[in-house]
């Protein structure tokens, strides 16, 4: 239902987007957001945007610094994040979650979820 891709290798102070694909009704009816793991941390809401009117959310540790977006043609939502920290390090994870993105943030809220993709920030 949902697969991200776009992880890899980049140096700090980089960039990088990140890409979910879904099927048309997932996009339509869902919200999707973002969540990333950290080795031995949990998992901590990135990013979400609403189905509904495009809304952006973002969590304080991105805000500033990455983007949000959606490509209707495509199926798609991207995450761009800039200004890359080695701390931005995590398997990141899309997923589709309330259509106004209630509760993003909440692994509870989260109606089902795609595979990870790995960034790796180098210092």
């Known amino acids: 239902q949902l697969q991200a891709s776009g992880g890899g290798l980049v140096q700090a102070g980089g960039s990088l987007r990140l890409s979910c694909k879904t099927s048309?009704?997932?996009?339509?009816?869902?919200?999707i957001d973002w969540f990333r793991q950290a080795p031995g941390k949990e998992r901590e809401g990135v990013s979400c945007i609403s189905s509904m009117d495009g809304t952006p959310y973002y969590a304080d540790s991105v805000k500033g610094r990455a983007t949000i977006s959606r490509d209707h043609f495509k199926n798609t939502v991207y995450l761009f994040i800039d200004s890359l920290k080695p701390d931005d390090t995590a398997v990141y994870y899309c997923a589709a979650t309330d259509p106004l993105c209630q509760g993003w943030d909440r692994d509870e809220y989260q109606e089902y979820w795609g595979q990870g993709t790995l960034v790796t920030v180098s210092s």
């Open positions: 048309a009704y997932t996009f339509g009816q869902y919200g």
